[in-house]
């Protein structure tokens, strides 16, 4: 009758029951927003006819069959937690300073898929959510200030690979590349007061999208092999007076990363030119040893 059941991690059980229970309770707070009528979940009690086995450290509990015996009776309550309860265990976390938007008119900013699919199975990211982990921002907040170790522990995830994630999702990363609405700086003048130099007619203000594109995390920016002024440095965005590229049916961009790599895509400069945006998957050129 056992082979009917799969038994599973007493945790594992308890997690899984508290994670619906938080989305449960998030559902009736967007429906108090609606309605202005609403219940909250106080108490749960739960009474279980279960198997009890061990594996190891690990004990893991089935679902009792019907007219089994020699069942054991589980009994698990949930209560609510109060504020001075609260306070007591939450891990104070600084927050990230919010950047402005920056949008092209008449376009709506890409959606970008979560990062921790890139890393993370679906049962690795429910896991995660054990422990409050749902972004990965909050992966790059939470794994300085824990033991990685306290993490893999509870989510099953080795600790090595929870950096590995962490350490790339630091890296810059270039999306798309826009043509910038706010002209270059005018040319400077000599004693003539005539222009000198190169000046708007001659520069293209172009916008790269991405993420962690602070100047501390870039080098420098070249746009066909010259080094070009960085006009602004921002999380999400790297802005500068790149060349014009009249002619050309292809533009290549290279942005210099501080760790010594760097990032690499070329782009079709009348595109640009017609006010589009280009997407870009860049090649990245790993840190010179």
């Known amino acids: 009758m056992s082979e009917e059941y799969e038994s599973l991690p007493l945790e594992d059980f308890i997690n899984a029951l508290s994670s619906q229970l938080d ?32 594996e190891g450290s690990v004990v893991k509990i089935r679902p009792a069959a019907p007219g089994e015996r020699e069942a054991s009776i589980l009994n698990i309550a949930f209560t609510t937690v109060t504020r001075p309860m609260l306070e007591e265990h939450r891990l104070t976390m600084q927050p990230a300073e919010p950047e402005p938007e920056m949008e092209v008119e008449g376009e709506a900013p890409a959606e970008e898929e979560d990062p921790l699919k890139q890393h993370f199975s679906e049962e690795e990211r429910r896991r995660l959510e054990w422990v409050g982990i749902t972004n990965a921002d909050q992966l790059r907040r939470l794994l300085p200030q824990r033991d990685p170790r306290t993490i893999e522990r509870v989510a099953n995830i080795p600790a090595f690979r929870l950096r590995q994630a962490m350490m ?122």
């Open 23 to 54: 989305r449960a309770q998030a559902a009736l707070t967007l429906k108090a927003a609606s309605t202005h009528l609403t219940f909250a979940v106080k108490e749960l009690n739960l009474q279980l006819r279960t198997q009890v086995e061990a």
């Open 168 to 289: 790339q999702e630091r890296r810059p990363v270039v999306r798309r590349i826009v043509r910038d609405d706010e002209p270059p700086a005018p040319r400077a003048r000599n004693g003539d007061g005539e222009p000198r130099g190169e000046g708007p007619a001659d520069r293209l203000r172009l916008r790269l999208e991405g993420r962690n594109l602070r100047r501390e995390a870039v080098r420098g920016v070249r746009v066909d092999g010259e080094s070009v002024p960085l006009v602004h440095a921002g999380d999400r965005a790297l802005i500068v007076d790149a060349p014009q590229a009249a002619g050309n049916s292809e533009g290549r961009v290279d942005v210099d990363l501080a760790d010594g790599g760097s990032l690499s895509f070329a782009y079709d400069p009348q595109i640009l030119a017609l006010g589009a945006g280009i997407t870009v998957h860049p090649a990245y050129s790993g840190a010179k040893p």
